[in-house]
């Protein structure tokens, strides 16, 4: 053999070594691709719960537990199983549930569940009742006979499941095929849920086969029957073991115990439709194949881990049955293989010699075609030897023109070569002067220590190493790199030197911060944020645009932009869209968007062009904000300012309307005491009613004022509801349906006004039903919290008033107008009712909500704050003596109600003094007191011309006498005064008008 010369060895060294690097690299390549991925997948664990109705052992149980596992360990998540046995086979009574729930909610109460998988009835049954207790937001599978799937009616949503046939009549025809002259069937099942459903399915099929073979059926017999049954079957009888698991007595049993039953007492042949009876001793049937069963059951589970909606994935029940037979029973009973089917699974079938010496004669194919190869790598040798010289002179081409830095250091980390891309990123201005030195001290110290005693090892073991590490160029910048070290090893494998693979990501740092920052800003912004290429297709969406339409960002992306607008303004939208391309923006528009559930909201949308660089792929940036919350707020504003513009207006009227009311009503009073004919007395008495129901209409009015605050007591409202609805529907053909539990909460309420609330509600219903009908009334306690949103409530406990009638209705365009003043849907009325309504309920904290259809009736719920006060019981006071010969002193600025109250005090005998302000009043009443004839009683109206107010002038009064006795007279009988007229030291309170009666009565009590 020639020798080669020094310098052609050194270069095919050199060249052996280019090359092991170049392997290198393109494994590294490679391996950075695929190991992040598969890093990623089993980061983070998922936990699954097994729910077994059987005992552990069992091969019900163990079997699926073998293929789920097998399937499981072999995915790219990393997933933990847990396993719960019931132990149904010997212990099957519901009884224990409440065991198995305390038990299970102490061991899994701090394990987050994934998914939960259910085997079988038992299991089955207790997800049934206790799941949404249990496992309330855990997807869950349901497994087993098709027979099951009517268990699961509480569950809800949140499943799907698995079910399987077990197909016996395919194994009676099996057994009529290989078993021409059989006369009778034994069919054996006992009274577990697998023998009832098997059971059923013979008597389904019994009647078609009577002609041609009489079938048996031994069900839920004790063992002792049933060995006596077996000692004595006749000529030609095959049994049919479908389960036999437990007898009558309750005894249990496995399946050696069911054939050494069955061997001992006859020796007729044996078919099954259950696995373990084959493996047992029966000749075969139809199957379940568990494996295939098992694995559709791990591979759905998988589905659902990934992120499929377990609702999407429908209940599926499937024929997972195979033909199964034992070779030894086959060929006792001289069965040829070729009447049975062809796809037939055969156990204790002898080894062929080819499958015995399979290992040696592959062995022997693999040693032939590698000496084959070995040869035509032997004749090619010589071409690659040819073309290293040109591979050599290409590899430095591309490792010299190449944007990543590359270096190669000896094992004492002294530098062999730089490439290019390297000396730039280092500062460094000529390689040469570098060869030789550490490449360690272009680290920063704590990289140094790193990379010696994490990096090198590393290497070392797995023959690469990626990650961030910084390096320090010459001139002192620390740069951001991510490394990629391998070793760099000959033919041999004998490591030869160490190569590293640098890349400069500075900007990629500052990119991702960049891009942090946003989203972390935009995550947490309270308005939606979406990015979309020119098709519409999202390519960003932040948490709020995607919680505001009900779903979660994941659902979002990739999705078009059209999932966010509802069908009315999609055009619109569109239109929009494509403007931002031609324009560069659209400015702030009101749009129409749809949920997932479909509810539609507004939202306040403004859009801009997003160009990169290139300004080849624009895109458009989206910001919108709900403004749903808004729109009511300025609907209910509306609504405040419309009562607000007439309350001045009311207020004045009413005073003054209630002035000349009790000038009209005081005159009648008087005629009334002075008139003996009953004519004239009737006719009085009619004038009295109107001026009465006149007052009423002025009440309403008054509602409206700013001083119309109510005078609450604390009551329980059924019996005022009930007086109310009784009293408006009189004589009318509608029936009220009262639904009152005992124990209302009680409420603050002025009671006169919630009456008239009632009154006018229900008056409306009247109205909208005049052919009659039936007006619901429901009193209910109810509790607001945070999950509301559509009642504009604090949270806290309400009394809440339904009215409901099946009238006419209110059109939509309609109900938002209904609480505005004077607006009505009848001729006839002034559409004051529904406005009175909102303004009272207003000032007692509550709320009032109509929801109408037209032509199928309105409801109207009213929501009152729950009190926790006592309620208030009115004190009866004992009638007093009209005391006689009293002296009043009236204060009244109004001429036409003053000659009135003269002629009222006079009519009963009382003397009086009147002035016309608060001072003329207050020296009146001062010097009175030291005469012989003092004041009994001040009446004083609360509106009185001067600098004092009536609250002021007794004040001054009852520092000239203590015990001075003030009646507070007002039309403005809403006012907070009147309203708290005793804690602002008055004695008494009359509202204007008034009747002499109404005065009588008031100083009969006072005096």
Not at 268 to 279: G, I, R
Request: aromatic share 10%; with cysteine.
């Amino acid at each position: 053999m020639p020798v080669l010369s020094p310098k052609i060895a050194e270069k095919r060294i050199f060249c052996k070594r280019i090359l092991s690097a170049a392997k290198s690299f393109i494994i590294y390549i490679l391996i950075s691709a695929v190991i992040p991925s598969i890093a990623q997948a089993r980061q983070n664990k998922q936990n699954i719960l097994v729910l077994q109705s059987y005992h552990e052992g069992f091969a019900c149980t163990s079997d699926p537990a073998d293929e789920l596992r097998s399937v499981f360990d072999n995915c790219a998540e990393r997933i933990e199983l847990y396993t719960q046995y019931f132990d149904a086979k010997r212990f099957a009574s519901t009884d224990l549930f409440s065991a198995y729930y305390d038990l299970l909610e102490a061991k899994y109460s701090g394990v987050k569940l994934d998914m939960v998988i259910a085997f079988d009835s038992y299991a089955v049954s207790f997800v049934n009742r206790y799941k949404n207790s249990l496992f309330p937001d855990t997807p869950l599978l349901i497994c087993g006979l098709e027979n099951i799937k009517g268990f699961f009616t509480k569950l809800g949503r949140g499943y799907t499941g698995i079910f399987v046939e077990l197909n016996v009549k395919n194994t009676f025809n099996l057994i009529l095929n290989l078993h021409p002259d059989t006369q009778h069937v034994f069919v054996i099942s006992d009274n577990t849920p697998v023998g009832i459903y098997t059971a059923r399915q013979v008597t389904n099929f019994k009647d078609e086969f009577e002609q041609q073979v009489q079938i048996v059926e031994l069900y839920n017999l004790s063992s002792d029957m049933l060995v006596r049954h077996l000692r004595n079957l006749p000529d030609n009888s095959i049994i049919l073991l479908l389960s036999f698991y437990m007898d009558s007595t309750g005894k249990c049993f496995d399946a050696a115990d069911v054939f050494q039953l069955i061997s001992t007492s006859c020796a007729v042949p044996v078919y099954s439709v259950l696995e373990d009876y084959v493996y047992q001793g029966a000749v075969g049937g139809v199957v379940l194949d568990d494996k295939s069963y098992y694995r559709k059951i791990a591979n759905t589970a998988l589905s659902v881990l990934r992120g499929k909606p377990i609702d999407t994935i429908p209940v599926l029940t499937g024929d997972f049955n195979k033909f199964f037979f034992d070779y030894d029973k086959l060929k006792q009973l001289k069965i040829s293989e070729r009447k049975i089917p062809a796809n037939s699974v055969i156990i204790n079938k002898p080894i062929s010699f080819y499958s015995k010496n399979i290992p040696v004669l592959i062995s022997a194919v693999i040693i032939i075609a590698v000496l084959f190869l070995f040869l035509i790598l032997f004749l090619i040798n010589s071409l690659k030897v040819k073309k290293a010289k040109k591979e050599l002179f290409v590899f430095k081409k591309f490792v010299q023109g190449s944007g990543q830095g590359l270096a190669m250091v000896d094992f004492n980390y002294n530098i062999t070569y730089l490439n290019p891309a390297l000396c730039k990123m280092l500062g460094i201005d000529n390689a040469d002067t570098y060869i030789g030195k550490n490449f360690l001290g272009f680290y920063p110290p704590d990289v140094r220590k790193k990379f010696q005693n994490q990096v090198i090892p590393l290497m070392l073991e797995q023959s690469v190493w990626t990650g961030e590490l910084s390096v320090k160029s010459i001139h002192g910048m620390v740069i951001p790199t991510l490394e990629s070290c391998f070793v760099i090893y000959d033919d041999k494998h004998i490591p030869l030197c160490f190569g590293s693979v640098v890349s400069d990501t500075t900007k990629i740092k500052k990119t991702e911060s960049e891009l942090r920052l946003f989203k972390s800003i935009s995550d947490s912004a309270n308005y939606g944020s979406v990015i979309a290429d020119i098709q519409g297709q999202i390519i960003y969406v932040n948490n709020y645009m995607a919680q505001t339409h009900g779903y979660t960002v994941e659902e979002l992306k990739d999705n078009n932009l059209s999932v966010f607008f509802s069908k009315k303004d999609l055009d619109f939208a569109e239109r929009l869209f494509y403007e931002t391309f031609k324009n560069g923006d659209f400015s702030v528009k009101e749009i129409c968007h749809i949920r997932k559930d479909g509810q539609e909201f507004p939202m306040l949308m403004n859009g801009v062009l997003i160009t990169a660089t290139d300004d080849k792929n624009p895109l458009v940036g989206i910001t919108a904000i709900d403004i749903t919350d808004h729109k009511k707020l300025l609907n209910e504003l509306m609504k405040k300012q419309k009562l607000e513009s007439i309350s001045l207006l009311a207020g004045g009227i009413a005073h003054d309307f209630n002035n000349l009311l009790f000038c009209i009503l005081g005159n009648i009073s008087l005629v009334m005491t002075k008139i003996k004919n009953n004519d004239l007395l009737n006719k009085l008495a009619q004038a009295e009613t109107a001026s009465e129901q006149a007052r009423y209409l002025s009440q309403q009015l008054l509602t409206f004022s700013k001083g119309g605050i109510p005078a609450k007591q604390t009551t329980v409202l059924a019996d005022i509801i009930k007086e109310t609805v009784k009293f408006t529907l009189k004589g009318s053909n509608i029936k009220p349906v009262f639904h009152m539990p005992k124990s209302l909460y009680a409420v603050e309420v002025d009671h006169i006004q919630i009456s008239q609330v009632i009154h006018n509600i229900v008056l409306n219903s009247y109205q909208a039903m005049p052919t009659g009908g039936i007006i619901e009334i429901i009193c209910e306690n109810i509790e607001l919290d945070d999950n509301n949103e559509k009642i504009p409530l604090n949270n806290g406990k309400y009394l809440l008033i339904s009215i409901k009638d099946k009238g006419v209705g209110i059109s939509e365009a309609s109900i938002d107008k209904v609480f505005d003043p004077y607006f009505t849907t009848r001729n006839k009325n002034v559409g004051l009712g529904l406005t009175i309504c909102y303004s009272i309920l207003k000032r007692h904290d509550g709320y009032i909500n109509i929801e109408s259809k037209q032509n199928e009736g309105t409801s109207v719920y009213i929501y009152l704050p729950a009190s926790g006060r006592p309620v208030y019981k009115k004190k009866l006071k004992p009638l007093k003596e009209p005391k006689k010969n009293a002296n009043i002193l009236i204060l009244e600025a109004d001429k036409l109600v003053l000659s009135i109250l003269c002629e009222f005090f006079q009519s009963i005998d009382y003397k009086y003094q009147f002035v016309r302000n608060s001072e003329e009043a207050i020296s009146v009443y001062e010097k009175s007191v030291s005469s012989s004839l003092p004041f009994d009683a001040v009446f004083i109206d609360l509106t009185i011309p001067g600098n004092s107010s009536p609250v002021d002038t007794v004040k001054k009064l009852k520092k000239i006498d203590k015990n001075v006795k003030a009646i507070l007279s007002s039309g403005y009988t809403n006012d907070p005064l009147v309203v708290h007229y005793k804690e602002n030291g008055f004695a008494a309170f009359l509202g204007k008008p008034f009747s002499l009666n109404e005065l009588r009565n008031i100083l009969n009590e006072i005096l």
